[in-house]
């Protein structure tokens, strides 16, 4: 889907883990694409290598504009404002 004040097609991923790190969620323009408690989703951030943009065997075909890392979840209105921040900033 179009973003409003967007000539383009441009896309706003987020995910979100829970705080008891037993649940991953991945949203697309705000909506919730899906949700899933599987291992590799769930797993602490520590110690691990983390590859923005490339996964274990493909690449992602395109321009990332901006990636913003929070050191924990965002609330549901929190996410709304990084959208909105996002939106108008491209």
Same mark, same amino acid.
């Given at each position: ?7 383009? @097609?441009? $896309? =706003? ?5 829970? $705080? ?15 949700? +899933? @408690? ?8 520590? @110690?691990?290598?983390?590859? =923005? ?7 992602? =075909? ?5 990636? =913003?890392?929070?050191? $924990?979840?965002?609330? +549901? ?11 108008? $900033?491209?």
């Amino acid at each position: 889907n179009t973003l409003l004040n967007a000539g383009f @097609n441009y $896309r =706003i991923l987020s995910a979100r883990r829970n $705080r008891t790190n037993t649940t991953t969620s991945l949203f697309a323009n705000a909506q919730l694409l899906g949700s +899933d @408690n599987n291992p590799l989703l769930v797993a602490p951030f520590t @110690n691990s290598s983390f590859l =923005i943009g490339r996964g274990p065997t493909n690449s992602w =075909i395109g321009n990332i504009a901006e990636v =913003i890392v929070y050191n $924990r979840a965002l609330s +549901d209105s929190e996410m709304t404002l990084v959208n909105k921040y996002l939106r108008f $900033r491209y």
